[in-house]
């Protein structure tokens, strides 16, 4: 089966760039999308199809797919941007939805 | 405004059975793919099931396949997920999500609601 492979937490400082990367076969093949997660609450679409910023999500975020590794950047990080994130694809060959592990990003 | 509101979580002891409903408003429900994503305590994301716009194409992950079933009534606006021989390791926050297409992204997504699995 197809596996998504995430650092398991980010630290940054305010002000900075968060860079989330997941790593997948060929995941540069495939269409990537991120999430993100605060605590209770559901997850909310951050990036679609690689890099497109759904309405009402920051400039801040940014994405970028090739070869085996799939980006999610987060520029001039702020306080309220600390949540986990997740990446996701739709695997053709199994027909099958795969989310990544998850990465905590904690603004320091 | 898009709505997704989880009913039908609770405790429910293995090898047991309990029907989750997501009622839908704000938008052409039948217009749309549904899915079903669950998340155990402190763990991350689990795709359960989806489901497109006319039930013609239903998909499980292999952790739920031969005992949950995936539904949907266009006409209630409602999708509905049927867990039998339920297992402690199904315990999570089951959340339905919508997705303007056959695959592809979750646009929107429900608050959840909660399935415990215990004796």
């Known amino acids: 089966s197809y596996v998504l492979t995430q650092p398991p937490s980010v630290s940054v400082a305010p002000g900075k760039t968060a860079r989330i990367t997941c790593g997948g076969n060929n995941i540069g093949s495939k269409s990537v999308h991120w999430y993100q997660q605060k605590p209770g609450q559901a997850p909310v679409l951050v990036i679609s199809?690689?890099?497109d910023r759904p309405s009402g999500i920051p400039e801040r975020f940014s994405g970028s797919n090739s070869g085996d590794t799939a980006t999610l950047t987060i520029s001039r990080v702020e306080a309220g941007d600390e949540a986990d994130y997740y990446c996701?694809?739709?695997?053709?060959?199994?027909?099958?939805?795969?989310f990544g592990t998850g990465t905590k990003v904690t603004v320091l | 405004e898009v709505q997704l509101v989880e009913s039908g979580g609770g405790l429910v002891k293995p090898g047991g059975s309990l029907r989750l409903s997501c009622a839908a408003s704000g938008f052409t429900f039948s217009s749309y793919s549904m899915n079903w994503v669950r998340q155990a305590p402190g763990k991350g994301l689990e795709w359960v099931s989806s489901i497109s716009s006319s039930s013609s194409y239903i998909y499980y992950a292999d952790s739920v396949k031969g005992r949950f079933t995936i539904s949907r009534d266009n006409a209630k606006n409602s999708l509905y997920l049927q867990m039998n021989s339920l297992r402690a390791e199904d315990t999570a926050v089951y959340y339905c999500a919508r997705v303007p297409g056959r695959v592809g992204q979750y646009d929107y997504w429900g608050q959840g609601t909660l399935v415990t699995v215990s004796s």
């Open positions: 996701q694809v739709w695997d053709s060959s199994s027909d099958h939805y795969v």
């Open positions: 199809y690689d890099s």
